[in-house]
């Protein structure tokens, strides 16, 4: 069943890829979307299993590389990370393969969309499940190259051509010195596989440990889009909307954040590097808002909104309080799918305008998605009793009980970002729903 959940998508995708002529639009739409919805029913058995039952599944499949000390094998580790990971990855990638059948229905290239969305969520669950370094970097350098073809995927706009590239570039910089980490684990524990390396890392030289520590941050950095790596996001907004929802919310920026989590053993024995990674998850978040604050385009202001959320990530992180990252994550990727969807539909019906100074009134045209949109806005700004709300504030909340240096920075930044983050969000929703309409009139006939 374990095996099941990640080959699913490989499949869908292959169909819809290299048979896509023979089976037709409606096909891969069919073959893509069952198979994921058959992997997210497996993964809901998978949670019970996993994390209500408290029993981690370990698969090993065969040996890769056998070269005297070395050992690397193809394994699979399902833990309650993984799975609780692997819900947000599935569960928003099913939704917006379904979204994506209607947004997309008159483009003619739509089986090759939905072969690079399938292969995009195969990748991401490579990277989640993989149980050493190796494998789970093949599912990292994966989710890299598919993200290039799905930003690029109008491959006839220049725009998109350098987004795409400033993107892979960016991300080809973050995995150098995430591989050069890799190298530097190897070199000092003599294996990639998580178990022995978190078990020999109390025994280490604390230097050794900060060095690894940082590249790892460095690696996440840019995966997760934080600074100083973080300008290519705004940029990746070229692509269609699905494909702004699934990398910007549910899977590609959570995996530099997976990484650390999945290394908090080698974090916690280095202050150093928890002191550099909170500094830089504060300073993100703020840095994501002010931006936010002046941005036009529709898209761009939910994607700088993003980067924010990415920064709180990293800072819960940096004050070692793992599971409140996590929870946090698995959050954030539901609520930010839902406003990137929803501003894909305004944007669907107005005629594909993006200036939010050229729309306006358009609650009167779009009650269901205004409706909607604010709901997503609400959680965004951590509204009591909607998902945000649970694990943004208790970040905040874990700062300021952190009576440190880093603790009152984070908690001071946090804050002033929550009102920024307020801030900018309504006027997103005014100037597109509220005020009177600034647009041509053939747009609010369409």
């Known amino acids: 069943m374990y095996l099941t959940i990640i080959i699913l ?21 069919f073959i893509t979307c069952s198979s994921l919805i058959l992997s997210s029913i497996l993964i809901t058995f998978a949670f019970y299993e996993v994390c209500l039952c408290n029993t981690p599944v370990y698969i090993y499949l065969g040996s890769w590389i056998n070269s005297e000390l070395l050992n690397i094998n193809w394994e ?20 917006i393969h379904i979204y994506t059948i209607s947004y997309l229905n008159t483009d003619p290239h739509i089986q090759r969309f939905f072969s690079y969305l399938s292969a995009f969520t195969f990748g991401m669950l490579i990277l989640i499940c993989g149980g050493n370094f190796f494998v789970m970097f093949l599912g990292w350098e994966l989710i890299g190259v598919v993200s290039y073809l799905l930003i690029n995927f109008y491959f006839t706009r220049i ?26 684990i190897v070199a000092l524990f003599g294996s990639l596989n998580y ?36 300008h290519w996001l705004p940029g990746s907004m070229e692509a269609p909307t699905p494909v702004s929802a699934l990398l910007h919310a ?52 939910i994607a700088m909104s993003t980067i924010s959320q990415l920064g709180y990530m990293m800072m819960a992180v940096g004050l070692s309080q793992y599971n409140v990252a996590l929870f946090h994550v698995v959050n954030h990727s539901f609520f930010k799918a839902l406003l990137f969807l929803s501003a ?62 880093n603790g009152i920075y984070a908690y001071i930044l ?26 041509n009139k053939q747009s609010y006939l369409n």
């Open 250 to 301: 549910a899977t590609l920026v959570t995996a530099g954040l997976y990484l650390l989590l999945r290394c908090s053993p080698i974090l916690e024995y280095s202050p150093t590097a928890l002191i550099v990674i909170t500094l830089v998850g504060a300073t993100t978040a703020f840095i994501g808002a002010t931006s936010g604050l002046v941005a036009n385009d529709l898209k761009r202001i």
């Open 76 to 95: 699979f580790y399902f833990d309650q990370l993984t799975i609780s990971l692997g819900l947000a990855v599935i569960y928003c990638s099913t939704l």
């Open 159 to 184: 725009q998109a051509n350098k987004a795409a590239i400033l993107a892979f570039t960016i991300n080809r910089t973050g995995d150098m010195v995430l591989s050069i980490g890799f190298f530097s």
């Open 344 to 405: 894909g539909a305004v944007i669907h019906s107005f005629s594909d305008q993006q200036d939010i100074r050229k729309m306006g009134g358009l609650i009167n045209f779009l009650p269901f998605t205004y409706s909607i949109m604010l709901i997503g806005t609400l959680s965004l700004l951590a509204t009591p009793f909607l998902t945000g709300f649970y694990s943004k504030d208790l970040i905040i909340e874990l700062a300021y009980g952190h009576y440190s240096f």
């Open 195 to 230: 178990n022995t390396v978190f078990s020999l890392v109390p025994f280490m030289n604390e230097t050794a440990i900060s060095i690894i520590a940082l590249l790892l941050l460095f690696g996440a950095s840019a995966k997760s889009a934080n600074i100083p790596l973080h």
């Open 9 to 29: 998508p490989l499949l869908g995708s292959l169909a819809s890829g290299f048979f896509g002529r023979k089976i037709g639009t409606t096909g891969s739409q």
């Open 414 to 439: 946090g804050s002033v970002t929550a009102g920024i983050t307020a801030f900018y969000s309504f006027r997103l929703i005014s100037l597109v729903f509220l005020t009177t309409a600034n647009g």
